[in-house]
């Protein structure tokens, strides 16, 4: 039975992981230009901030894609086991994407000539801050209820050969025979 915030998260997934791979390729190639010296580029362009902000927009597009591939396993089992990896993934790439978001913030500050290239990284970081934000909360959303996500202490699968509760341990069983 699909849940709220399954419904919800793998449209958002899917969304996040196209513009991850778009900051992906537009970064690197500005990137590529800035270490060549072409900074006179008519589509790109730069100020003090841009090396920064680069390095650290690949980075948060790598960890945004590879917290994207976790986040589909997620929801293809959608169970509190998969949640870990994922929700793990997906913070580090939201915190990454963030201090992305504040070099951003700091290059549009310090003003100057910026090509069409560089203002869409910009703008796609800044976009992809606020959603990966969303798309954390409601991957986590099932901590409060086992209506929005997997609850911790679902019995719908088992474990060790019994159902029951997954937090405890079915009780030993004794064993019967000799000892050698």
Not at 134 to 150: C, D, E, K, M, T
């Amino acid at each position: 039975m699909a849940t709220v915030g399954r419904n919800v998260a793998a449209p958002l997934l899917f969304l996040n992981l196209i513009m991850y791979f778009i900051v992906l390729g537009f970064s690197s190639w500005c990137l590529n230009r800035f270490i060549n010296g072409q900074t006179y580029h008519p589509s790109f362009g730069g100020n003090g901030a841009t090396m920064f902000f680069l390095t650290f927009s690949i980075l948060a597009a790598i960890l945004g894609i590879v917290s994207k591939f976790l986040g589909g396993n997620h929801m293809r089992t959608w169970r509190s086991d998969s949640l870990a990896s994922a929700g793990a993934a997906s913070v580090v790439a939201w915190g990454v994407t963030a201090l992305a978001f504040g070099l951003a913030c700091k290059e549009i500050n310090i003003g100057g000539h910026r090509g069409w290239r560089l203002k869409m990284v910009e703008a796609f970081i800044i976009i992809l801050t606020f959603t990966q934000l969303l798309y954390v909360l409601l991957i986590h959303a099932g901590l409060f209820s086992s209506r929005y996500g997997p609850g911790y202490r679902d019995t719908d699968y088992p474990m060790g050969g019994t159902t029951g509760d997954p937090m405890h341990k079915p009780a030993p069983v004794p064993a019967t025979g000799t000892r050698v």
